[in-house]
């Protein structure tokens, strides 16, 4: 419904359906979404978005001349090779607010936005089409979100593509997907400057001289398809059926934490509450891959527990080197079983290639067994071509699934860290296991601190003074 407003400003009303369990039935929400006509399309040195009321600055981010095309990725492009877009080959990256929106994943969500924020040499954006009042899309009664989205997305392209002709500017828009037939319907356009390519056909085609980038799609994509045969762990419940228990106390939710001694007969989880009339300790049991499955350590997983007969204590004594079973244990504790994963937690393992792996290499992309860094984390299996060329390297891997009839999660190659031994591998080893991002510098940065040159004659022969810190050393007298 729309509502008349001053001008440059309109805003519409959306009616907003959800399901109350406090009072059983249907809720509806009326809110106004507010449009605007002076978003600015964050293209540097665009004629057309001055923004004068922001103090007449020009806009600052997508670069106006040193690149050919800008690119649009959408949900699934994103959500399934966002390593792709991280690389530093990859620029000129605008996110719309509705693709940002639609993954699903926070953690992921945020490493979108910290491409944004954090990497000025990337020239990403973001920009809000779903408050443009050009590039707003209604979405249509009984229409699928996923249509929606890829109309949302077509529509911001072509409205990129006006305005920068009209800018005089014959810059391409690409959107990269993972299955272009789907937009073929929605482009009205039907423009040289507006194509549609999937992830494999954008890094073949612009980033065919970047080896390790062609590397990390093909470790991706067969990721993405590996399948095995042998079922070893129950179905996880679906998480909207998992309500009323959780409300209840018949599923306990919580973070899963690995004993790193007994990596595969412990695990604990720590649950955020507790169900009524609990007595018992304050962890949970959980004993065996089989009752663990497929969840991995920081997960945030849902548990029943199982019946008082099968409960069992964590073991008394530390294995020895080889050794997995235990046959002495602590007093009797609370035991369950995993049967729903919350939540994933999304993060880089640093990782090393198995004797075996590296022994059988063949040259070709094949599927191996990668060992992490952290004894916590079970083995993942990986598709690549280089196991012999970095067989005494670390690497970096990612987990994208761990199926059902998967003995080990499936995951894909990200890059090589660097010999293993060598002093500056392992401290980014340790600062990559640790969550520790270590980006370069912004140009406010090192003006501030007067390091940074033009690259120019002068300051090659003349550079800045490098400031630097004088220490001094006093006795201990404590002798600590």
């Known amino acids: 419904k729309k509502m008349t407003t001053e001008v440059g400003l309109a805003a519409r009303e959306k009616e907003i359906r959800f399901s109350s369990f406090r009072r059983r039935g249907t809720v509806s929400v009326v809110r106004e979404h507010y449009l605007r006509d002076d978003i600015s399309c964050k293209v540097e040195f665009c004629p057309l978005c001055t923004n004068c009321k922001a103090g007449g ?28 877009f991280e690389s530093p080959a990859v620029s000129g990256l605008i996110m719309l607010q509705t693709v940002v929106a639609g993954i699903k994943s926070r953690r992921h969500r945020s490493r979108v936005l910290d491409l944004v924020s954090s990497y ?4 990403c954006v973001l920009f ?4 443009h009042l050009e590039t707003y899309t209604e979405r249509e009664e009984k229409e699928d979100l996923t249509q929606w ?31 272009p037939e789907d937009y ?10 507006l194509m549609v390519m999937s992830v494999g056909d954008y890094v073949r085609a612009f980033c065919s001289d970047q080896r390790e980038l062609l590397l990390l799609y093909e470790s991706i994509t067969a990721s993405l398809q590996d399948s095995s045969t042998q079922c070893t762990y129950d179905e996880h419940i679906s998480v909207s ?4 228990e959780l409300s209840t106390g018949e599923i306990i939710q919580g973070i899963i934490r690995v004993n790193k001694f007994r990596s595969k007969d412990e695990a604990f989880v720590s649950p955020s509450s507790y169900p009524p009339g609990w007595g018992g300790e304050l962890d949970i049991l959980i004993h065996g891959l089989t009752n663990r499955n497929r969840a991995i350590h920081d997960d945030l997983v849902a548990v029943r527990l199982l019946p008082k007969s099968e409960w069992r204590g964590r073991g008394s004594i530390l294995p020895q080197d080889g050794e997995d079973d235990v046959s002495e244990f602590a007093h009797v504790m609370a035991t369950g079983q995993v049967v729903a994963i919350l939540e994933r937690r999304p993060r880089e393992y640093v990782a090393s290639f198995t004797q075996e792996s590296s022994e059988h290499s063949s040259g070709r992309c094949e599927r191996v067994l990668v060992c992490p860094y952290d004894v916590r984390v079970p083995k993942i299996r990986i ?12 690497i970096v891997v990612c987990i994208d699934s761990w199926p059902g009839d998967s003995q080990y999660p499936i995951g894909h190659f990200v890059r090589s860290i660097g010999p293993i031994g060598d ?29 940074h040159t033009c690259g120019c004659a002068c300051c090659h022969d003349h550079p800045p003074p490098i400031y630097r810190a004088s220490y001094g050393y006093h006795g201990d007298t404590m002798g600590c």
Request: aromatic fraction near 6%.
């Open 423 to 451: 002093i500056d591998t392992e401290t980014s080893a340790l600062l990559i296991e640790h969550g520790i991002t270590i980006t370069p510098f912004s140009k406010a940065v090192l003006d501030g601190l007067g390091l």
């Open 57 to 84: 600055k020009r806009n600052e981010g997508l670069p106006g001349a040193s690149i050919s095309h800008y690119i649009i990725p959408d949900v699934s492009a994103l959500g399934e090779y966002m390593e792709i």
């Open 241 to 244: 059926s998992l309500s009323k």
């Open 149 to 179: 989205q890829r109309r949302s997305v077509m529509s911001a392209a072509v409205w990129y593509i006006n305005h920068l002709e009209a800018g005089m500017s014959k810059k391409a828009i690409i959107i990269v997907t993972k299955t």
């Open 120 to 123: 000025p040499h990337k020239h």
């Open 184 to 193: 073929y319907m929605y482009n009205p356009a039907r423009t040289e400057r």
């Open 383 to 394: 598709c690549t071509r280089q196991s012999e060329e970095l067989k005494n390297h670390r």
């Open 128 to 131: 809000s089409n779903e408050h």
